[in-house]
């Protein structure tokens, strides 16, 4: 028996053990040819090829196209078209009125999206504050309380917005509790701005957690002995919250407001999902615009949505330059 | 209450202040608006489509009992009923005309009783329908969408942490010219995010003929920013002498990698495993500029379009979400603590 045991185990094939053997021949050569102090370029050799298939080589497309017109994929196929695309998505009456633009859909998405972020990210940070200081407190269960929050995190945009929808819909829970109090059934995704309030309602339901993990850490990171000596002094607990904790999180809440603008400002699955940009365009944004106007529509129209693309990019690219500026700043101090 | 344990972590032990009172009730109300919703996915998606269709909803999957009566074709719904005489009997529903219901007693079909719709009460069992698990998988293409996620998530996951890891072994373990210029090419890919690349990234899956395949959902995001980073900054806590001793050996670059770096750094690899897991299996936008052919979709786009179609079938759609859920929810319970460490050390996810 004993025996049986130890031969299955030094027979027992080990496809990793197997897998490094076979790779030893050809690495070994390769690295017989170019010696060892090249070798970091080898193992560095696949990343730089995916990156470069799918992230490098395509931004560099995507400018071009977004200066190219017709229907056409391949980019050889796309006659130049200059600035055309560019016009005709700044082609407006006025920017703030999306109905006097030539791209009214764009500017809907870019109004919703403006209104989005701005609300979502407000309120949203808000709770995750809110909730990072409660679960901060000596309370008890706060591994469960924690996990409670932030296991929407892990979900997917489609499963939010199933669960969400299942709760909304005409005959959903929801409507039995305002219906048993006493008001009448609500029809949410036909009015746009019950569509609004459920888009950004759901989606905060969603990511909060997330950013209040991200809170916890810092609140967590704060000395105690700082308390302690604003205890001795005498300092009621509010003036400690906003001398002490809130200027120490400060770091942290910047990280978490600029992520969340930067998620934010790519909204779209759970949205989508959830009303489909609707009703009507009430709850479109501009990346469902994009990816409507690229894949969804007749006439896939690659160009418009490219420069569409770049338009986000740039919004994006200034976030994330702000991140990198105000963690300089932290890191100086 | 000290202002100490008010602020802080540390346990006070004394008497309940109004704090914290307001606060467990702040976490109560958590739970309700956090967990609620999920649980009432949950227990939906076992109720039968009658029960889904009943309002107000019933709270557990319970359906109004049945019974089959001689001389009638279908089961008859059985009501509770008050009788004239104060007596209540349990008969069964042949139809209702105007404010009367025609109904009989199950054991004497013959004769006809006529009572009013408001002395009658249906009569409920719990009953979970089954069914809406086994039927979706069988007459709609869920279970080839599921497997589509499984060998998605699994072979895209495989990559990742085999192509980051040598990436960041490169990047951890050597000093080589070119290094930095690769470390903010690699950390600058952070902000091209799929949304604004996504037309170039299906021309370059076009030109490789991978438009519909599973591969097209595989390849793009296998190479990730967050898994080198990740992955170096461990690497970069290794021993050095265990390396030099094994290059004194003779032992080749490749299998310093993979006998002795990447045993070491497998915390680290178990992390980006999760996260890759996640993102993987949650994948949206991307699968659905790129999948157009139903038997390539993985769970996530068959879901969405299961949803969109004209007669939503709830109780299929409930259960086929509970279905694409459930793995994304053992790794949670499993395997949280890896994840919220993961969080707080790259602020990612």
Partial sequence: ?333 | MSLRSALTLRRGGHRLHWTDVASYAYLALGVVLMFGPVLWLGLSSFKTQAALLEFPPSLLPTSQKQVSVPGFDTPLPLFSVTMDDGSTRVLAQVRRVGLQAQMVDPADPGKTIRVALDKRTPLRETAFAFSNYTEPLRQFDFLLYLKNSLFVTIVATLITLLINSMAAYALSIYQFPGRNVAMVGIISTLMIPITIILVPVYLVITWFGLVNSLWAVILPGAATPTGVFLLRQYMLTLPRDLIEAARMDKASEWQIYARIVLPLTLPALAVLAIFSVMWRWNEFLWPLAVLSKSQSYTLQIGLNAFQGELQTQWNYLLAMTVVTMLPITLVFVFLQRFIVAGIANTGVK
């Fill in chain 1, 1 to 333: 028996m004993r025996q049986s045991d130890a031969a299955r185990r030094t027979t027992r094939p080990d496809p990793w053990a197997a897998a490094v053997r076979l790779l030893d021949l050809p690495m070994r050569a390769v690295q017989r040819l170019i010696g060892e102090r090249r070798m970091p370029y080898v193992f560095l050799l696949p990343n730089v090829v995916f990156f470069a298939l799918f992230v490098f080589v395509p931004l560099g497309i995507s400018f071009w196209f977004s200066f190219t017109g017709g229907s056409a994929l391949f980019p050889s196929q796309r006659p130049y078209v200059g600035l055309q695309q560019y016009g005709y998505l700044f082609d407006c009456g006025s920017v703030l009125d999306p109905s006097s633009c030539r791209e009214d859909h764009f500017w809907r998405g870019v109004h919703n999206t403006a209104f989005f972020v701005v609300v979502q990210v407000t309120l949203m940070v808000l709770f995750s504050l809110v909730t990072a200081l409660v679960l901060n407190r000596p309370i008890r269960g706060r591994a469960f309380f924690r996990a409670v929050y932030f296991f929407p995190v892990l979900l997917s945009p489609v499963v939010v917005a199933l669960i969400w929808k299942w709760i909304l819909q005409r005959d959903g829970l929801l409507n039995a509790a305002i219906t048993t109090l006493g008001g009448q059934k609500i029809i949410f995704f036909i009015d746009p701005s019950w569509a609004m309030f459920w888009a950004i309602f759901v989606s905060i339901w969603a990511h909060m957690g997330f950013y209040t993990l991200i809170l916890l850490a810092g609140l967590q990171a704060i000395p105690g002995d700082l308390y302690e000596a604003a205890e001795m002094d005498g300092t009621r607990p509010l003036r400690a919250l906003l001398r002490i904790t809130l200027p120490l999180l400060w770091p942290n809440m910047i990280v978490v407001i600029v992520l969340a603008l930067i998620r934010g400002v790519q909204t779209f699955d759970e949205v989508f999902v959830l009303t489909g940009g609707g009703p009507g365009t009430a709850t479109l944004m501009i990346v469902q615009y994009i990816y409507e106007t690229a894949f969804a529509n007749q006439s896939q129209n690659f160009g418009l949505a490219s420069a569409a693309s770049i338009v986000l990019g740039v919004v994006l690219f200034v976030l994330t330059l702000a991140q990198l500026a105000f963690n300089r700043k932290r890191d100086a101090t």
